[in-house]
């Protein structure tokens, strides 16, 4: 099997055999180490394999669709005290009240994210939880209601 290999330093090889970035010697893709200058090819070599992948992630996001808000469970709000006689609740601003997220498709999987992060993330921003939850590799199916609530975009909502 022939693959292609290719280095930040713009040196390309075919096959098992790369071209060392530091020495140009010819080295298997599998050594640690090129042999005549020590220069570190494995690591070389998982490190482009992660920076393309976290780059194919960035630039081939989609939105297809939109699931149950993981931080409200659906609800549209959240609750405080024990989950058997909450003493508050409040607005769940993730989802703006309406118990849905945007779904956001990428190569690494499927993501919920919050609608105030929702461009950004499709432009590739890294977020994190609450703004981005990973799904998983799988769509998830169905919803816990059958209709999203009405979206609140506004401060003053009550």
Request: net charge negative; hydrophobic share 30%; charged share 30%.
């Amino acid at each position: 099997m022939r693959r292609r290999v290719g280095f930040q330093h713009g040196l390309l090889a075919f096959g098992v055999l790369v071209d060392c970035p530091e020495c140009e010697h010819r080295v298997s893709d599998r050594a640690a180490a090129c042999p005549q200058c020590g220069f570190p090819i494995a690591a070389e070599l998982a490190a482009q394999r992660e920076r393309e992948a976290a780059e194919a992630d960035r630039t081939q996001r989609e939105r297809v669709g939109d699931v149950d808000c993981a931080i409200c469970d659906a609800r549209g709000f959240t609750t405080e005290g024990p989950e058997d006689r909450p003493t508050a609740f409040s607005w769940c601003e993730t989802c703006k009240h309406s118990g849905r997220v945007p779904l956001v498709k990428s190569p690494k999987g499927y993501w919920a994210v919050g609608f105030a992060s929702e461009q950004a993330f499709l432009q590739g921003e890294e977020l994190r939880s609450p703004n981005a939850v990973y799904l998983g590799d799988h769509a998830p199916e169905g919803h816990r209601y059958p209709e999203a609530g009405p979206r609140r975009d506004g401060e003053d909502d009550t």
